[in-house]
């Protein structure tokens, strides 16, 4: 017996989540974009962060010269800006970011959690008692430290950084010497500086 391909006439039927509708049923209302803070609060909410992240910032670089007991010099104002605290990527709010620095001293007992930084831009060391003519580069600096994390709180997450600052660096290089410190290194490409 052949086969033979019947054509039925095409029927449209509509499914909603809710079930059947007709055209009588009133259109379901539009969503409307949420404005409201998280769906929870800092006691309700979990972080997680990630290892704390040091680098070694360079600020300001004296270069100078010293040969036969007089020195020659000129001074670089790399970076000499407050540095303060900051937190970013967390629901706004009242308490967010108290809780979550109070988790993040949790989980890393030492993180610097102070409210900022100058770099002081003082006077040169006593170059005088340097005993070797030559150039150097006299240099300060800080040490950056930078913490991933993530909050969720209900369904919501937040994924954001906390940086902060620690150490006053400073030191002292004779041009043409090798350096082993990172920031030494940084402050060694100064020496030819003019």
Same mark, same amino acid.
């Given at each position: 017996?052949?086969?033979?391909l019947l054509s039925l006439p095409a029927v449209a039927v509509a499914f #909603? ?5 007709? !055209?009588? $049923?009133? %259109?379901? %209302? ?11 609060? %800092? ?5 997680s962060f990630e290892s704390a992240v040091p680098q070694e910032v360079l #600020? ?15 001074? =670089? %104002?790399?970076? $000499?800006? &407050?540095?303060?605290?900051? =937190?970013?990527?967390?629901? &706004?709010? !009242?308490?967010? #970011? ?7 001293? &949790? ?6 959690? $102070? ?29 950056? =430290?930078? =913490? ?6 209900? #369904? ?32 060694? $490409? ?5």
């Open positions: 017996m052949p086969w033979r #909603t989540a809710g079930g059947c509708t007709s !055209p009588a $049923d009133p %259109p379901a %209302p539009a969503a409307e974009a949420s404005t409201a803070a998280p769906a929870c609060g %800092p006691d309700q909410a979990e972080a #600020t300001r670089v004296e270069v100078f010269t010293v040969q036969a007991l007089n020195k020659d010099s000129a001074v =670089v %104002p790399l970076d $000499d800006q &407050e540095r303060v605290l900051t =937190v970013a990527g967390l629901p &706004e709010g !009242p308490g967010w #970011t108290p809780w979550l620095l109070t988790k993040a001293r &949790e989980r890393h007992p030492d993180l610097p959690l $102070d409210e900022g930084r100058r770099t002081d831009p003082q006077g040169s060391t006593d170059w005088q008692t340097l005993g070797t003519d030559g150039r150097y580069v006299e240099y300060l600096g800080l040490r950056e =430290v930078r =913490v991933d994390f993530r909050v969720t709180c209900a #369904t919501e997450r937040y994924d954001g950084t906390i940086r902060t600052w620690d150490l006053d660096l400073s030191g002292i290089i004779l041009c043409g010497l090798d350096q082993s410190d990172m920031l030494a290194r940084q402050a060694e $490409d100064y020496c030819d500086w003019s």
